[in-house]
């Protein structure tokens, strides 16, 4: 257990919404990110943090912004959510930036 | 842009066969890793091969890093149904620059 939650687990919302997911991390590690998954996409990368207030896009960053006022929390933001955000959502935390990442358990947003 | 492949992208067998699966790019890896992932959960950490030509082991799974470290192979003995799920690889750039990025993954399934 890397001690890694998200909430919510499930959400549906409507296009146009804006959406905030939370990851919790009791590790204190540095590093965490945000990942989306789709079938036959694999993980991708959204945003990643590399410490309080320090933030960057990844590989699928347009839509999202993050947030990480705190060590333990990253906040993934969607500002008007759309069809194309409806996905599983994962956050994941390592000790540095090309180390291991352990993942949480995922959200799944559905977004009508 | 580095790309992974997996190979085959879904695989369904009965207990006690075995099995290989593939993972695959044109690109330098400095390592790679294996996850697998459950149904409703976030992917966990098999094993991470960080020198051309190294095998590693797991009980009855059988990790390989190809020589050029551009792919990779995870070979299963006897599967059992505990070994259904969704296996993922991820390979680390050389540079320091690089992100991990993941492949789509292989769906595996033991049936009893």
């Known amino acids: 257990d890397a001690g890694i939650t998200q909430s919510p687990r499930h959400k549906v919302t409507e296009t146009g919404t804006p959406v905030t997911l939370r990851c919790h991390q009791t590790?204190?590690?540095?590093?965490m990110y945000w990942y989306r998954q789709d079938p036959g996409h694999g993980l991708r990368l959204i945003h990643y943090?590399?410490?309080?207030?320090?933030?960057d896009k990844g590989e699928v960053s347009d839509g999202y912004s993050v947030s990480r006022s705190k060590t333990e929390d990253f906040l993934l933001t969607l500002e008007s959510a759309t069809s194309s955000q409806t996905s599983v959502y994962f956050c994941?935390?390592?000790?540095?930036?090309?180390?291991?990442?352990?993942f949480g358990p995922g959200t799944r947003l559905l977004v009508l | 842009t580095q790309l992974l492949e997996q190979s085959p992208q879904f695989l369904s067998i009965q207990e006690g066969e075995n099995l290989t699966v593939y993972c695959n790019s044109s690109?330098?890896?400095?390592?790679l890793q294996w996850y697998r992932q459950e149904p409703g959960e976030g992917p966990v950490l098999l094993v991470t091969?960080?020198?051309?030509?190294e095998v590693k082991k797991l009980k009855r799974l059988t990790f390989q890093f190809g020589d050029a470290r551009k792919d990779s192979s995870l070979h299963i003995t006897a599967a059992q149904p505990g070994d259904t799920g969704l296996y993922l690889c991820?390979?680390?750039?050389?540079?320091?620059?690089?992100?991990?990025?993941f492949g789509p993954g292989t769906s595996l399934s033991v049936i009893p």
């Open positions: 994941a935390i390592s000790v540095g930036y090309r180390e291991t990442q352990y």
């Open positions: 590790e204190n590690h540095r590093y």
């Open positions: 943090s590399y410490g309080v207030k320090d933030t």
């Open positions: 690109s330098v890896f400095s390592s």
């Open positions: 091969v960080v020198t051309g030509g």
């Open positions: 991820a390979g680390e750039g050389e540079t320091s620059y690089d992100k991990v990025i």
